[in-house]
């Protein structure tokens, strides 16, 4: 069980000093216990003390830092393993894999490719956050080619290699940069654990398909006193899913139920893997490399090694890291008000819409992308899209004349008109008695927004 | 005790002990000591290695469940039967579920002009008759179920009367001999009506009747399910309160837990996949752990999932609508699939047959499923 405020306030000093900026010693052991404040705030404790605390407030999965800068990348740290029990932490890294025997010119695009990708939902950047170099061509010197290429990377980089002459070879090169060594396994797991202690360099495990042999070697890794510690039992696909699905799972319930030290590691997945096996197109191979990942995801997996770089087998995966890594105790919405598109006047449009920001942030990028002119008031719905929160009542007349009030659009327009979403039509007269506007139903879908307004104002020209 | 057995027993219980201020006669150290320490000391490495090896040793995290999922038999007489739910344990490592999750198609009664491009291609040719279009559904695309969605019964669809839904499901019947999902247009004044009429004209079939709600009559669909032999949807909006009350009340009407499939609504990947999990998440687990009113096997209405953008908007830096419709729809489908769910309504032929494959999986023990050797995987994947 994670450490609650209690806990954590046997282990302070109990002083009140306030020094770590709280009122109080019960107050910092609560930030704590949110993951909202650092121990180290507290300059009260002795390192002893602060190693006890640190013990005690360390998450179920270990945290694992790889990479070094602002683009560093921050792996496992979960205590859960229900994300409803309390909320999952640091979204699944996305790796995607560059191999050692590529043209200089394959190489370089594919590198720009994962450097430059980006997708945007709701308001967010979605984007790759690592390069995992892969020694396919068995020799050290290309894979020292390779890994020279990507010495200045902004990315953080995975080093793949079972060769420990190989992985040495590129630590030499890049080891200050704290890559991910991939993979210490049984046949080099001594060697591996000394060049990840010598560089300082987090370390995965891979055994495929034998979790008796993966705490074993976990366990002797961690007493060789290696710390940083990443996990990949094997990613299996088609029939071998199932027990793919077990491995991810038990693992993830020996480190949160158990405490079971060897597993109390971040998870990797390499759904990569599938384009050893399919024997179809590329195209097949893209969407079932893309389900994988999503398979492994939604199972725990805390990094991903993929293949393929097309947008259309991306954003799928990037849209279910970004939904299963909200917080469930926040609402995610946008701050009410007036936003404003484009050209305005006093004869400007306005349209109503919700504060949900899966709402709010369609609505903004169907306005921009059509190149809109119109004030948007946006309702503070609770963070509510507009169909939910019109059964739920909080879409209401008198939600949007306070409104209006509030941000004073009378003083802005000339015209005293709202257009509201085509979902909203059952509050359009609601709406009209509070407000004492005229309103207007829109479209459905609000991609048919900028067409609608240039309807309007073509038809007010006439 | 003598100092010798003290010191025996403290070894016994640590691996090293402090001695401080011992004070001994050489002696009696060489004759009586040090064979002792030196046996205690071998005792306690051996105690240590038994120690270590307690450590390493890997134990399965199997939990044990007070509560289970009941069984739903859907289709019978001579329609082939298909069973849901059963499940004793949450994960198949801990007890492979008794049933695999399956899928069952959608079929419209009319048809339905506004089906995404990459679906209508596969069906163009039977979109008129719904017997036709379930034939190929089995035929062609392996389906395990079909359901008839009885939409042109929407009053302000084509406004069909009970008898011409009855037709239509006989129409189906006729055709297939897989076991029918039957879900009406979705007016709450007149879905039980056309629940009713189509529960008689599938008598003894065992059908799914889709579905009940708390905003409609659903005594009436309670009702003609047990007169006619069917089992009932329950459908509550993502809300584990509202869910266990609908199924209370439809207990209450005579229904059994054998008799109901729940649907706990399915957002699509991006337009609330997380609430859906959340949710699914809670019920199965409150079932495994004994709660009399959500151990039923739940359903999940995944064609909601070509409703996003994503999967239909034209968008020439997304890729083809061709790929990203089918991914979307089986992501949103395999999320569920992994929160438990046990029945899936699908659109797409691709994305049926890969959730398939994965839903197979679960029925196998652990460790029972040839693999093959992925260790060499840097080396041998294709650039
Ligand atoms: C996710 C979801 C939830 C989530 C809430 C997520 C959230 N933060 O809003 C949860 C689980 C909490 C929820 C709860 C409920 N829900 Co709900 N929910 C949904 C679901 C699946 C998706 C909603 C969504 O995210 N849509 C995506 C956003 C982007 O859409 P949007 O806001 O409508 O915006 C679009 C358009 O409206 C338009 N648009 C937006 N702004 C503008 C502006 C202009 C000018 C124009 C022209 C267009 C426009 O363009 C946008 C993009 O397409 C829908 C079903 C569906 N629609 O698929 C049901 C649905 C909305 N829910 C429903 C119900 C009944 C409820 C509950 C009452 C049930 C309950 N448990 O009690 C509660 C109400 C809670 C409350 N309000 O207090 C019903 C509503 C039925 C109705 N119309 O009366 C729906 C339709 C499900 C159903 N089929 O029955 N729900
Ligand atoms: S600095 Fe430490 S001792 Fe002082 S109030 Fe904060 S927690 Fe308590």
């Given amino acids: ?462 | 005790m003598d100092k010798m057995t003290q010191l025996l027993k403290l070894l016994e219980k640590t691996d090293s002990i402090e001695i401080n201020e011992f004070r001994m006669d050489f002696d009696e150290l060489e004759l009586q000591i040090v064979p002792a320490v030196q046996q205690a000391i071998k005792k306690s490495q051996k105690q240590r290695e038994k120690e270590m090896l307690e450590a390493i040793k890997f134990v399965p995290p199997i939990d044990s469940y007070p509560g289970e999922v009941a069984e739903v038999q859907l289709g019978a007489g001579k329609r082939k039967s298909v069973y849901l739910g059963g499940q004793k344990a949450l994960y198949r490592f801990e007890e492979p579920q008794p049933n695999p999750p399956v899928v069952t198609f959608d079929v419209f009664d009319i048809p339905m002009p506004g089906l995404p491009r990459p679906i209508r291609e596969h069906f163009e040719d039977v979109m008129e008759h719904p017997g036709e279009w379930a034939k190929k559904a089995v035929k062609e695309f392996g389906a395990n179920m079909v359901t008839i969605h009885l939409i042109g019964t929407g009053p302000k669809v084509m406004d069909k009367t009970p008898r011409e839904a009855a037709q239509d499901i006989e129409e189906v019947l006729q055709a297939v001999n897989v076991p029918l999902v039957i879900g009406a247009s979705g007016d709450p004044k007149k879905d039980p009506i056309i629940l009713e009429a189509a529960a008689q004209a599938a008598e003894d079939e065992r059908c799914l009747l889709a579905s009940a709600n708390l905003d409609l009559d659903y005594k009436r669909i309670a009702r003609a399910a047990i007169n006619h032999n069917h089992a009932v949807l329950s459908w509550s909006i993502t809300d584990v309160n509202m869910q266990k009350t609908l199924n209370r009340y439809l207990m209450k009407e005579g229904l059994n837990a054998e008799d109901i499939v729940m649907d706990p609504t399915t957002c699509a990947l991006g337009y609330g996949i997380e609430f859906s999990i959340d949710v699914t998440t809670r019920t199965r687990l409150a079932a495994l752990k004994g709660d009399k009113d959500l151990q039923m096997p739940m359903s999940s209405g995944t064609t909601n999932a070509w409703g996003s953008r994503e999967a239909w908007m034209k968008n020439e830096n997304w890729g083809p609508t061709e790929y990203r419709g089918p991914i979307w729809e089986t992501i949103t489908g395999l999320t569920m699939m992994l929160c438990g769910v046990d029945i899936f309504m699908m659109l797409h032929p691709a994305s049926v047959k890969i959730l398939t494959e994965i839903g197979n999986t679960f029925t196998k023990e652990y460790m029972t499923s040839d693999l093959p050797d992925v260790s060499e995987w840097i080396t041998q994947l294709e650039n």
């Fill in chain 1, 1 to 462: 069980m994670r450490a609650t405020a209690m806990d954590i306030y046997r282990l302070l000093p109990k002083t009140n000093c306030a020094k770590c900026g709280e009122a109080s010693c019960m107050a910092f052991a609560t930030k704590l216990s949110e993951k909202e404040a650092d121990v180290s705030l507290c300059t009260q404790m002795t390192d002893k003390e602060r190693d006890k605390l640190q013990e005690v407030l360390a998450p179920a999965v270990r945290e694992v830092l790889i990479g070094t800068g602002e683009n560093a990348i921050t792996i496992g740290g979960d205590e859960v393993l229900y994300r409803y029990e309390l909320t999952y932490y640091n979204p699944t890294s996305l790796v995607i894999e560059v191999s050692d025997d590529l043209s200089d010119e394959e190489f370089e695009d594919k590198v720009k490719k994962v450097d430059e990708f980006e997708f945007e939902r709701t308001g967010e950047k979605l984007k790759l956050n690592a390069i995992a170099i892969r020694n396919k061509s068995g020799s050290t010197e290309k894979f020292t080619q390779a890994v020279n290429k990507l010495k200045d990377s902004r990315l953080p980089l995975i080093l793949c290699s079972f060769d420990t002459d190989s992985m040495e070879a590129a630590l030499k090169i890049v080891g200050d940069k704290r890559p991910l060594i991939y993979a210490a396994t049984e046949n080099n797991l001594g060697t591996m654990a000394s060049l990840a202690l010598e560089y300082d360099c987090p370390l995965t495990l891979f055994v495929p398909h034998d979790l008796e042999k993966m705490k074993e070697l976990s366990w002797a890794l961690r007493s060789k006193g290696v710390k940083n510690i990443v996990l990949d039992p094997g990613t299996f696909v088609k029939g071998g899913t199932g027990d793919t699905l077990d491995e991810f799972r038990m693992i993830r319930r020996l480190a949160v139920e158990k405490k079971d030290p060897d597993f109390r590691f971040p998870i990797m997945g390499v759904p990569a893997i599938y384009w050893l096996f399919g024997k179809e197109n590329d195209v097949v191979k893209g969407i079932r490399e893309s389900i994988t990942a999503a398979k492994l995801m939604n199972s725990y997996a805390d990094i991903l090694i993929i293949h393929g770089t097309e947008m259309w087998e991306l954003i799928p995966v990037l849209t279910l890291r970004q939904s299963l890594y909200t917080d469930p105790r926040k609402p995610q919405a946008v701050d009410a008000g007036l936003y404003e598109f484009g050209k305005l006047d006093e004869n400007s449009p306005i349209i109503v819409t919700t504060n949900f920001a899966l709402t709010y942030y369609t609505v903004e990028g169907d306005l921009k992308s059509g190149k809109a002119n119109c004030y948007l008031l946006v309702v503070d719905t609770g963070g509510r899209a507009v169909d939910v929160s019109i059964a739920g009542n909080q879409f209401t007349g008198k939600a949007v004349a306070e409104l209006i009030k509030e941000v004073g659009i009378e003083d802005k327009v000339t015209h005293r008109k709202l257009i509201i979403p085509g979902l909203g039509a059952p509050v359009s007269g609601e709406i009209e008695d509070d407000t004492g506007w005229e309103v207007m139903v829109g479209p459905r879908d609000s991609s048919e927004v900028p067409d609608f307004l240039g309807k309007l104002a073509e038809e007010a020209s006439k």
